[in-house]
């Protein structure tokens, strides 16, 4: 007897349980946007949140759909077969990618749902698309806050590898998709983009710890071999096309919330940032890269770029001249004194230390400050030494009227003109600044 009554409580608790589950309340919007926020870089995850439910969805859909040609070319799988060229740079110790056509296939699928959201006449007319085709449920050039130009231009080329004639995945034969046209519709129809960035320096990733797929790596891998003159003008020819087709004030649109800006390739920028100071004024990130052979022209627009906007927070540079850092830092001083929190010189040439040192005293709200392999001449470093120049000379106070009350973070690398580490100027440098700071002298006790 007793333990039939066992049972039947036993079978009483599982039926209870089951009512439970099935009444049960759903989790309220505001956790579940926490959770899906807590998952926001994670696209296979994002993915599975889109699936529960509509509240689920709902709360996930414009995550999703902030960056997706970042999530495209972002891949954890590791591919073992490491070319030699990748193990030059420390990027590509470990290459990730999935195979070609899984990517392919997902960058058609991307591109047509773009597609099929506006129908454009010019895209029916040449069969990229059909007129009467179903449209898509939501506009996600609503959610569109995140594009990388060079991650579109490769969809495009994925979307034309996969429907090519000889495809055995093509049926209809349809026109080859034209980057042209399709940054000019990206353009006409995206009203919230934060983020624009060219970015071949993969600046990006980085900042999500995720890893390129390693198709993108590959083709920066072949940048630096033997073919820098196409992709010098593919480079180039992404950056036309942004200009000619922005010209027109009913796209100006495209640039209105813009509030990071990252261009990293090597070519020539002097027309975008002048484009670029005339229309955004709300940059709080820029990242660049200086192009050597035309540094005049490049330098000046950049510092035209600089000066006009209202509240610069973080400016990252590589490669600047020796000749014109000390212009880019005038500009800093006299335009963003107030705003700037980060500053961040990269492979950097400097003659004279106490001259940076001159600009960093109006800085003084500066939270990160790093000199990453900054260059300077050993020769010249040991002529200053001797002949008490720059900041070797130790009757003078090189740290008067330097102050940086803010400043948690100092990073101080230099290497010399054979790319080898200058530790004794680094040290020297890292001094003077440190004795400057108190929160990394308190962080440091």
Same mark, same amino acid.
């Not at 996930?60 to 970042?70: A, E």
């Not at 049926?171 to 399709?182: A, G, V, W, Y």
């Not at 020539?268 to 709300?282: A, D, P, T, V, Y």
């Not at 990394?440 to 006790?445: A, D, E, R």
């Given at each position: 007897?007793?333990?039939?009554?066992?049972?039947?409580?036993?079978?009483?608790?599982?039926?209870?349980k089951?009512?439970?589950?099935?009444?049960?309340?759903?989790?309220?919007?505001?956790i579940?946007?926490?959770?899906?926020?807590?998952?926001?870089?994670?696209?296979?995850?994002?993915?599975?949140?889109?699936?529960?439910?509509?509240?689920?969805?709902?709360?996930?859909?414009?995550?999703?759909?902030?960056?997706?040609?970042?999530?495209?070319?972002?891949?954890?799988?590791?591919?073992?077969?490491?070319?030699?060229?990748?193990?030059?740079?420390?990027?590509?110790?470990?290459?990730?990618?999935?195979?070609?056509?899984?990517?392919? #296939?997902?960058?058609?699928?991307?591109?047509?749902?773009?597609?099929?959201?506006?129908?454009?006449?010019?895209?029916?007319?040449e069969?990229?698309?059909?007129?009467?085709?179903?449209?898509?449920?939501?506009? #996600?050039?609503?959610?569109?806050?995140?594009?990388?130009?060079?991650?579109?231009?490769?969809?495009?080329?994925?979307?034309n590898?996969?429907?090519?004639?000889?495809?055995?995945?093509?049926?209809?034969?349809?026109?080859?998709?034209?980057?042209?046209?399709?940054?000019?519709?990206f353009?006409?129809?995206?009203?919230?983009?934060?983020?624009?960035?060219?970015?071949?320096?993969?600046?990006?990733?980085?900042?999500?710890?995720?890893?390129?797929?390693?198709?993108?790596?590959?083709?920066?891998?072949?940048?630096?071999?033997?073919?820098?003159?196409?992709?010098?003008?593919?480079?180039?020819?992404?950056?036309?096309?942004?200009?000619?087709?922005?010209?027109?004030?009913?796209?100006?649109?495209?640039?209105?919330?813009?509030?990071?800006?990252?261009?990293?390739?090597?070519?020539?920028?002097?027309?975008?940032?002048?484009?670029?100071?005339?229309?955004?004024?709300?940059?709080?990130?820029?990242?660049?890269?200086?192009?050597?052979?035309?540094?005049?022209?490049?330098?000046?627009?950049? &510092?035209?770029?600089?000066?006009?906007?209202?509240n610069?927070?973080?400016?990252?540079?590589?490669?600047?001249?020796?000749?014109?850092?000390?212009?880019?830092?005038?500009?800093l001083?006299?335009?963003?004194?107030?705003?700037?929190?980060?500053?961040?010189?990269?492979?950097?040439?400097?003659? #004279?230390?106490?001259?940076?040192?001159?600009?960093?005293?109006?800085?003084?709200?500066?939270?990160?400050?790093?000199?990453?392999?900054?260059?300077?001449?050993?020769?010249?470093?040991?002529?200053?030494?001797?002949?008490?120049?720059? &900041?070797?000379?130790?009757?003078?106070?090189?740290?008067?009227?330097?102050w940086?009350?803010?400043?948690?973070?100092?990073q101080?690398?230099?290497?010399?003109?054979?790319?080898?580490?200058?530790?004794?100027?680094?040290?020297?440098?890292?001094?003077?600044?440190?004795?400057?700071?108190?929160?990394?002298?308190?962080?440091?006790?």
């Amino acid at each position: 007897m007793m333990l039939l009554n066992f049972f039947k409580e036993k079978k009483k608790k599982e039926q209870t349980k089951k009512v439970d589950i099935r009444y049960s309340k759903p989790l309220p919007p505001e956790i579940v946007r926490l959770i899906v926020l807590y998952l926001k870089n994670d696209k296979k995850s994002l993915h599975s949140c889109l699936l529960v439910s509509r509240n689920w969805c709902r709360e996930t859909v414009d995550l999703l759909w902030k960056q997706p040609f970042h999530f495209l070319y972002t891949c954890n799988k590791i591919n073992s077969s490491v070319t030699s060229q990748s193990r030059k740079s420390k990027l590509y110790n470990q290459q990730y990618c999935c195979s070609n056509e899984k990517r392919q #296939y997902q960058a058609t699928n991307l591109l047509m749902t773009y597609l099929l959201i506006k129908h454009d006449k010019e895209f029916i007319e040449e069969g990229i698309i059909k007129a009467e085709s179903e449209r898509i449920t939501f506009n #996600y050039f609503e959610f569109l806050f995140v594009l990388d130009l060079h991650e579109l231009y490769y969809a495009v080329k994925d979307w034309n590898r996969w429907n090519m004639p000889i495809s055995k995945f093509n049926i209809d034969n349809p026109l080859p998709l034209k980057f042209e046209s399709i940054i000019r519709y990206f353009i006409m129809n995206t009203s919230k983009l934060q983020v624009l960035s060219l970015d071949t320096e993969f600046i990006l990733y980085e900042f999500n710890n995720k890893n390129p797929c390693s198709f993108l790596i590959d083709v920066k891998v072949s940048k630096y071999d033997n073919n820098n003159e196409y992709f010098s003008y593919r480079d180039n020819y992404i950056l036309k096309l942004l200009i000619k087709e922005s010209k027109s004030i009913q796209f100006f649109q495209f640039f209105d919330n813009l509030t990071e800006l990252i261009l990293t390739i090597k070519e020539n920028k002097c027309e975008i940032f002048l484009f670029l100071s005339q229309i955004c004024h709300n940059i709080q990130k820029l990242i660049t890269k200086t192009d050597n052979r035309n540094s005049t022209c490049e330098s000046n627009s950049l &510092i035209s770029l600089i000066r006009t906007q209202h509240n610069l927070v973080h400016f990252e540079i590589f490669d600047v001249p020796e000749m014109y850092i000390n212009e880019i830092l005038e500009s800093l001083k006299y335009s963003q004194h107030n705003s700037l929190r980060t500053l961040i010189l990269n492979n950097v040439r400097i003659i #004279y230390n106490s001259t940076i040192l001159s600009y960093l005293k109006y800085l003084q709200n500066l939270q990160e400050l790093r000199f990453n392999n900054c260059m300077c001449r050993r020769n010249l470093f040991f002529d200053n030494e001797y002949n008490k120049k720059d &900041i070797f000379d130790e009757e003078k106070n090189y740290e008067e009227g330097l102050w940086l009350p803010n400043l948690k973070y100092l990073q101080v690398n230099f290497i010399d003109e054979n790319e080898e580490e200058f530790n004794e100027l680094s040290f020297i440098l890292s001094s003077i600044l440190t004795r400057c700071s108190p929160l990394i002298i308190s962080n440091n006790i």
